[in-house]
Nanobody, 123 residues
Framework: QVQLVESGGGLVQAGGSLRLSCAAS????????MAWFRQAPGKEREFVAA????????YYTDSVKGRFTIFRDNAKNTVYLQMNSLKPEDTDVYYC????????????????WGKGTPVTVSS
């Protein structure tokens, strides 16, 4: 059974930093591209960042470029999202995703989801 377990969310002031982690089990981690999405209540889940299977290439939505960094440790079956210079508009539930697609920027390309971790940025 595939499990993606996120951690690291919480409350932070604007300008602060958080690091999200996602531990994967039940799959061959290195065969999957990994991504982070986020979703606010009543809104669609949106792409934040993705990293290819070997970790060579990364992709970001425009609003987080230069502030967020996605990276992975295939030996630990874990993907991370380092979030710096956080803004109130980054407040959302953040979801980890695993996909056999090369670059999973769309919800429909994701094979497995975590349950999410909430991030709240206060102004």
């Amino acid at each position: 059974q595939v499990q993606l377990v996120e951690s690291g969310g919480g409350l932070v002031q604007a300008g602060g930093s958080l690091r999200l982690s996602c531990a994967a089990s039940g799959l061959t981690f290195g065969y999957y591209a990994m991504a982070w999405f986020r979703q606010a209540p009543g809104k669609e889940r949106e792409f934040v960042a993705a990293i290819t299977r070997g970790g060579i290439s990364t992709y970001y939505t425009d609003s987080v470029k230069g502030r967020f960094t996605i990276f992975r440790d295939n030996a630990k079956n874990t993907v991370y999202l380092q979030m710096n210079s956080l803004k109130p508009e980054d407040t959302d539930v953040y979801y980890c995703a695993a996909a056999r697609a090369a670059v999973p920027k769309k919800v429909e390309l994701v094979d497995y989801w975590g349950k999410g971790t909430p991030v709240t940025v206060s102004s």
